[in-house]
């Protein structure tokens, strides 16, 4: 997968579009490996860092150890909420 390609799309915009667009990534821990996991979670987290239209949902196991990397990796203002 190349990394910059959800970057890229997002530079590659005329314009802001005019609502929110909601990504949806479904069953996270079921994504290759631990590093292919923190590297998709630190495209995603870039990418809604850049474009504030943009709102990123990730679903994943009840696995504490995945709850708590993917709340290191986020940037301040984000959070991981447990929906069980």
């Not at 990504?23 to 860092?49: E, F, H, M």
């Amino acid at each position: 997968m190349k990394d910059t390609l959800i970057l890229d799309f997002i530079h590659s915009l005329p314009r802001h579009p005019d609502r929110t667009l909601v990504l949806v990534i479904d069953a996270l821990d079921g994504y290759g490996n631990p590093q292919s996991r923190r590297n998709i979670l630190k495209v995603l987290t870039d990418a809604a860092t850049q474009a504030p239209w943009l709102k990123v949902i990730i679903t994943s196991s009840t696995d504490p150890r995945s709850i708590s990397n993917a709340s290191l990796m986020l940037p301040p203002g984000r959070r991981v909420y447990d929906m069980t």
